[in-house]
C-alpha cells in the first residue's frame, strides 16, 4: 500500500489507500483503490498513469465510485426508504 500511495501521491494528496486481498489465500486480488482528497488530482493520476507500468504491472487506472449530485437521485432513493 505505501508503494502505491507513493506513486499516486505524485499526483496529489492521497487520502486512503486499500488493496483487496482474498481472504482464504491471503494473496491481492488484483485491484486497488486509491482515494484522492480532491477530484481534479484524482483524474490528473487517472489520465498519467492509465495503461502504463506500475511496481512492475501495466495497471489500469479508472473511476471505482462515482457520488451522483442530481436532486432526482436523492429523491429516489428517499422513496425506496419509505
Same mark, same amino acid.
Given at each position: 500500500?505505501?508503494?502505491?500511495?507513493?506513486?499516486?501521491?505524485?499526483?496529489?494528496?492521497?487520502?486512503?489507500?486499500?488493496?483487496?486481498?482474498?481472504?482464504?489465500?491471503?494473496?491481492?486480488?488484483?485491484?486497488?483503490?486509491?482515494? *484522492?482528497?480532491?477530484? &481534479?488530482?484524482?483524474?490528473?493520476?487517472?489520465?498519467?498513469?492509465? @495503461?502504463? %507500468?506500475?511496481?512492475?504491472?501495466?495497471?489500469?487506472?479508472?473511476?471505482? *465510485?462515482?457520488?451522483? &449530485?442530481?436532486?432526482?437521485?436523492?429523491?429516489?432513493?428517499?422513496? @425506496?426508504? %419509505?
Amino acid at each position: 500500500e505505501d508503494d502505491l500511495a507513493d506513486v499516486f501521491s505524485e499526483f496529489g494528496s492521497v487520502k486512503n489507500v486499500h488493496i483487496s486481498m482474498d481472504r482464504k489465500s491471503g494473496l491481492a486480488r488484483g485491484y486497488a483503490l486509491v482515494q *484522492f482528497e480532491i477530484f &481534479t488530482d484524482a483524474q490528473d493520476a487517472i489520465n498519467a498513469l492509465h @495503461e502504463t %507500468e506500475v511496481l512492475g504491472k501495466t495497471v489500469r487506472v479508472d473511476w471505482a *465510485f462515482v457520488k451522483s &449530485t442530481s436532486s432526482s437521485s436523492r429523491k429516489r432513493r428517499r422513496r @425506496e426508504h %419509505e
